[in-house]
C-alpha cells in the first residue's frame, strides 16, 4: 500500500511539477541506496519517520552554502518607488530574497505559479493577498499560495523576507 501510494505521489508531482527535460519516457536517475528513497524522474520521493511524503527536485542550480549579507548587491525592481531586492540563498527547489522598501513604494499586485511566504523583518505595510487588505508590521507572517494576486504598499520603510518554492529563476542575474 505505501508503494501505491509514493507512486501516486510521485505522478501527482509530475503532473504539476513537471519534468524539466520534457520526456515521456523514464528519465536517467538512479535510486538512493537508502530503502526510504525512491527514483523519481527529476528528483527523489522520501518518507520521513513520522510517515510524511516529500518530493525534492534534483538540484542544478544553487547558490553558495554561505551567503553573506554584505557581499550581495541591491537591485532595482520595476516596481512604482524605490524598491531594492537583494537574492540570498537558493536552489531549484528554494529561494530566500530580501526586499527593501522605502515609504511609498509599492510591490505591483501580480501572481506568479510559486509558494511563497513572506516575513516582515521591519517597517509596515499595507498588504493585499486574494482582495483582502491588512496593515502588517515587523514579526508578522504571509502566506501567498500558487496564482493568488498579491502586493503591498509601503507606509513605513521597511524590509521583507520573501522564500520561494520553487526559486524564481527569473531574479538570477544573467
Known amino acids: 500500500m505505501e508503494k501505491i501510494l509514493l507512486v501516486l505521489v510521485a ?9 524539466k527535460c520534457h520526456k515521456s519516457e523514464k528519465c536517467d536517475n538512479p535510486a538512493a541506496d537508502d530503502s526510504t528513497l525512491t527514483a523519481a524522474p527529476h528528483g ?4 520521513t519517520d513520522d510517515g510524511q511524503v516529500v518530493y525534492t527536485r534534483d538540484i542544478t542550480t544553487k547558490s553558495e552554502p554561505f551567503v553573506f549579507d554584505k557581499d550581495q548587491e541591491w537591485e532595482r525592481t520595476g516596481d ?3 524598491v531594492y531586492r537583494k537574492v ?3 536552489n531549484d527547489n528554494l529561494m530566500m530574497v530580501k526586499v ?5 513604494s509599492e510591490g505591483k499586485l501580480h501572481s506568479h505559479p510559486h509558494c511563497q511566504i513572506t516575513y516582515v523583518e521591519s517597517g509596515a505595510f499595507e498588504f493585499t493577498i486574494d482582495g483582502v487588505t491588512k496593515i502588517v ?3 508578522d507572517v ?5 496564482n493568488v ?3 503591498c504598499k509601503c507606509i513605513e520603510d521597511g524590509v521583507l523576507i520573501d522564500t520561494f518554492t520553487p526559486m524564481r529563476s527569473t531574479f538570477l542575474k544573467k
Do not use: D, N
Not at 11 to 19: E, I, P, S
Not at 100 to 104: C, L, T
Open 11 to 19: 505522478a501527482l508531482v509530475l503532473l504539476f511539477v513537471g519534468c
Open 142 to 146: 504571509l502566506m501567498k499560495v500558487p
Open 80 to 82: 512604482p518607488g524605490e
Open 44 to 47: 527523489v520521493i522520501t518518507t
Open 88 to 90: 540570498m540563498g537558493y
Open 149 to 151: 494576486e498579491h502586493g
Open 137 to 139: 508590521r515587523a514579526g
Open 100 to 104: 527593501k522598501f522605502k515609504k511609498g
